[in-house]
């Protein structure tokens, strides 16, 4: 569970911002949106979303989530060597174009609070942290400080080949990622976490996922909650089948040749972007043709050609190996413009199941972006839940929550983002086309 996330100089975010998922004490209501959190009086939310004007910095917020995970998850295998560390930092000033990159994560696992950072450039880790709360106090579990003589403190808590494990870490690559390759008792566990409770998706992986929902939809443990989901989001679909796809040799031809184009192309850029993408095939010759069926007037089921199916539908049913998952087994799901190809009440309506204790029995979060204003007006959700980026004329990302204004209750939250009460949306000033040309009275010159 994600509690805290703390960014600085990452692409478009130059100095510090915290994102948070820690409830906002002053707010009474809704309860059920909250999971109370171990030994204190803090509570998390369950959803939480972003919303801000084109390249204010949304997307960056999250690919700076998937940067660390792609950092703890490969730093050992695929980073390294000659090209160095991924590092994308603010480059519009020449300043912080030298300067490290910084993270901090701080996250729930088994009831145990953990606060994991890391600074570093394309050439070496400058420093390193963990930091456990395993009785609500922060007990230190080790340090790395790349400008000391001696650049590792480990404290007494922390058991197991804690040098040994140093001695085998590169400059360039994470303490923590070297120490659950060498399957350390205490730290594996915690990069475990850090790997596989995040899942994140973005829009141009529409593809990807709508391949490994197809291969999804073949398990017959999730047929009738699929089922159910479709039915849920008013589509008329009561069913589906595979259908077999005759074999074809030019097809099968080129199915090779498209599985082999794309394997390549993920290969090429997974250093960077392998904890977003799903690595599975284009194409699964043995899963057959996905068809819906469709209830009619007549209460009879037709199956369509896939191809007459809206984007829609597809998009939606690509969210499902991530959705239903993560309400089974927990977890935190990140996507990126949520509403994209979905209608506003259909993404409210996945926003409700997260911030519900009845649907969402294993406290699963969603952490999601969208520009659709409507959401505000029928979303569930409070003001500590809602948060905005924005991009100043220097071209630095800001973010920030709605709390921060003094939003009376029951206000429509809609109506003040789209006045531009919260900021976060475009400023759109006069134009050559709304002008009519640059000559007087409208006429062109």
Do not use: C
């Amino acid at each position: 569970m994600l509690l805290k996330f703390k960014i600085k100089n990452f692409k478009s975010i130059r100095d510090q911002v915290e994102f948070s998922m820690i409830a906002a004490q002053s707010l009474k209501d809704s309860p059920d949106r909250l999971v109370p959190l171990p030994r204190g009086k803090e509570a998390a939310l369950r959803v939480s979303a972003t919303y801000g004007a084109n390249a204010s910095g949304k997307s960056n917020f999250l690919s700076s989530l998937a940067h660390l995970i792609t950092l703890v998850t490969h730093s050992t295998k695929l980073l390294g060597g000659e090209g160095g560390l991924p590092y994308t930092p603010f480059e519009l000033d020449h300043e912080s174009g030298q300067k490290p990159s910084e993270f901090e994560l701080d996250f729930l696992v088994d009831n145990i609070r953990y606060r994991y950072g890391v600074i570093h450039d394309r050439n070496k880790v400058h420093e390193e942290w963990l930091i456990a709360y395993p009785k609500g106090q922060p007990v230190v579990w080790f340090e790395r400080d790349a400008s000391e003589e001696d650049p590792y403190y480990f404290g007494p808590s922390l058991r197991g080949q804690n040098r040994v494990t140093a001695s085998l870490t590169r400059k360039d690559s994470l303490f923590l990622s070297v120490a659950a390759e060498k399957n350390h008792q205490m730290l594996d566990p915690v990069a475990d976490a850090i790997r596989n409770q995040f899942r994140l998706t973005k829009p141009d992986q529409f593809r990807f996922r709508r391949v490994t929902a197809s291969q999804f939809a073949k398990s017959e443990s999730y047929r009738s909650r699929i089922v159910e989901f479709l039915a849920m989001a008013d589509l008329g679909i009561s069913d589906y089948v595979f259908k077999d796809v005759p074999s074809n040799e030019l097809a099968d031809r080129l199915n090779t040749e498209l599985n082999k184009a794309f394997k390549d192309t993920i290969d090429r850029i997974s250093k960077e972007y392998r904890a977003q993408i799903e690595m599975t095939p284009v194409f699964d010759s043995d899963a057959g043709e996905l068809h819906f069926a469709h209830t009619t007037a007549h209460g009879q089921a037709e199956f369509l050609d896939p191809t007459h199916e809206s984007r829609g539908t597809w998009m939606l049913f690509s969210y499902l190996p991530l959705i239903l998952p993560a309400l089974e087994e927990g977890g935190t799901l990140i996507i990126d413009e949520l509403e994209a190809s979905l209608h506003p009440k259909i993404a409210s309506r996945i926003v409700e199941i997260f911030n519900s204790p009845k649907t969402n029995t294993k406290n699963a979060q969603l952490i999601f972006t969208t520009q659709s204003a409507s959401l505000l007006r029928i979303g569930p959700m409070s003001r500590d839940q809602i948060w905005f980026t924005e991009k100043d004329h220097a071209g630095r990302s800001t973010l920030y929550p709605l709390t921060r204004f003094h939003a009376r209750k029951g206000e429509q939250f809609e109506n003040g983002y789209l006045q531009g009460r919260y900021g976060a949306i475009p400023y759109l000033g006069e134009t050559y086309f709304l002008e009519g040309g640059d000559g007087e009275n409208g006429e062109a010159a």
